[in-house]
């Protein structure tokens, strides 16, 4: 496998005092999710992405009454990065047959501990989930109510005695990433739950969605929105 390539950042960055806009048009709208912030609400937990651009939309385009919002994917907590929301019901019902039929590139950073063997690797793991521990437990050969969970790395650079990787994510299972770098040695700085050694404030991991690619579900031109991580 060869690297996974360069990409560009082809909209502007938009900071309001609620969210921070990287992509939107009549149909759909990105934004950047801080470490410690649910997507959607849950109780006893901050206030959610959802929830903020909800409060933007309604804000921004005066809008009176509720504000249609759909909430395409999700990251977890811990996770920064690209977040994609549906502002019409056409666009979440495509978007939602796009991520199911993989027709999105999905990218993210990690900083991981150690260095992996290879420069460049495909990973296939097959996941368990423990909802009672919330983890997931990620297997070299196919268990009972297992999960297949493949992605791609390439190594960008050494930062010490750690390592920054961009993953291309090829099947979007819960805490893949997470799981399948702790399960070749190398968990992701923070991630306690998965064998790092090391705490971060709001308890965040160092592992950003920083890229998707995908075409537009209404005008088909073919979309880019990037975010760089702050590590």
Sequence with gaps: ???LGKVSHSHAIKNTLLVTILFEDNHLIAVAKKAGQPVQPE?????ALEDLVKAYIKESKQKPGAVFLGVIH????PVTGVVLFAKTSKALVRMNKLFQE?????RYTALVHGTPQQKNAKLT???????SKRISKAYVKEVPHSQKAELEYTILEKQGANTKLEIKLLTGRKHQ???QLSAIGHPIV???????TVVLANQAILLCATYLSFKHPVTS????VAYAPSF
């Design 43 to 47: 109780e006893g937990k901050p206030t």
């Design 190 to 196: 923070g991630d306690v739950k998965y064998k790092s």
């Design 125 to 131: 793991h097959y996941l368990v989930r423990d909802d």
């Design 74 to 77: 999700r990251l977890d907590m």
């Design 102 to 106: 993989r027709g999105v590139d999905k």
């Design 1 to 3: 496998m060869g690297s």
């Design 221 to 224: 031109e073919q979309i880019q």
């Design 177 to 179: 990433i997470r799981a």
